[in-house]
């Protein structure tokens, strides 16, 4: 069994609790073993970098300080607080900040698509699939924090991404090529310029809907919360028809690996995935 910490951050357990429960669904049957840090807290996400850059690269390295206790590697699912530990990881090593906690940036942090992407992990995936995801259309949704900058992520793909598109015809669904999948979609902003969100909104679900897509899959809860919670208001504003399920890539995953919680997982979402996976003889 593969071990491997895990901070599941603040949404996780709260309002993308599909999220979490998906992963470490998906991390038992892929025989992964997931160490929750103790005592973690929240990482800074997504405001303190725009209010104190201090705050912001302390909190981060509370929580890898912690981490660096084992030698294991750092899971974070949330893309926010990966960008958020990638920024203080690179002030640490590169910079030579000194920080309050005894962070010395020696924990490999993985982003929790970069993780299952993995040629090991997909090898596994491939061996334990029971129920192919076939005839369904997606688009992978990146988002642009787990590209960028790629000074910070190290990723090397950061305009035109593959590992989603690959991990999902693994899965045997059909991933459709679209040129929005490391777009904004407007993210913190829906607190302080909604109307900037509801306009990137607007876009990605069109041009989703556009590419004939039967849902977006995204792997951040941050979009995953922008783009399905907004579909109402939005058809109110602009009148179009969207209905599109936005969901996140560990519940395809559990869903294709025969995970019995599966559509758990799916009742929590506002754009109800449900009837469309059943259309397609999935649920």
């Not at 899971?75 to 900040?97: D, G, I, N, Q, T």
């Not at 920080?99 to 982003?111: C, K, S």
């Not at 809860?221 to 936005?246: F, V």
Request: aromatic fraction near 8%; proline fraction near 5%.
């Amino acid at each position: 069994m593969k071990e491997i910490s895990y901070y599941p951050g603040c949404s996780l357990h709260g309002t993308a609790r599909e999220y979490d429960e998906s992963i470490r669904g998906v991390s038992r049957l892929l025989d992964i073993g997931l160490h929750e840090l103790e005592d973690w807290t929240c990482c800074g996400a997504s405001s303190a970098h725009c209010t104190d850059e201090e705050l912001a690269i302390e909190l981060a390295a509370r929580n890898l300080a912690i981490a660096e206790k084992s030698d294991r590697e750092l899971l974070v699912p949330c893309v926010a607080c990966y960008s958020r530990f990638k920024a203080a990881e690179k002030e640490v090593k590169e910079h030579s900040r000194k920080v309050y906690f005894p962070y010395q940036g020696n924990v490999p942090i993985r982003y929790a698509l970069d993780f299952f992407c993995n040629d090991e992990i997909l090898e596994e995936v491939k061996k334990k699939r029971v129920k192919p995801l076939s005839g369904l259309k997606v688009v992978c949704y990146y988002g642009c924090l787990t590209v960028r900058p790629p000074k910070v992520t190290g990723i090397r793909e950061y305009e035109n991404p593959m590992h989603m598109d690959r991990l999902m015809k693994l899965l045997g669904a059909e991933s459709i090529p679209w040129s929005y999948k490391t777009d904004c979609c407007g993210a913190s902003l829906v607190m302080t310029r909604t109307d900037i969100v509801r306009k990137l909104n607007d876009r990605l679900l069109s041009m989703a809907m556009e590419a004939e897509a039967d849902c977006l899959v995204t792997g951040c809860p941050m979009c995953q919360a922008n783009l399905d919670t907004r579909q109402e208001e939005l058809e109110k504003e602009t009148g179009k028809k969207y209905n599109l399920p936005i969901l996140y890539f560990t519940e395809l995953m559990g869903l294709a690996l025969g995970h019995p919680d599966a559509k758990k997982w799916f009742s929590r979402h506002i754009t109800d995935p449900i009837k469309a996976l059943g259309n397609k003889g999935l649920m």
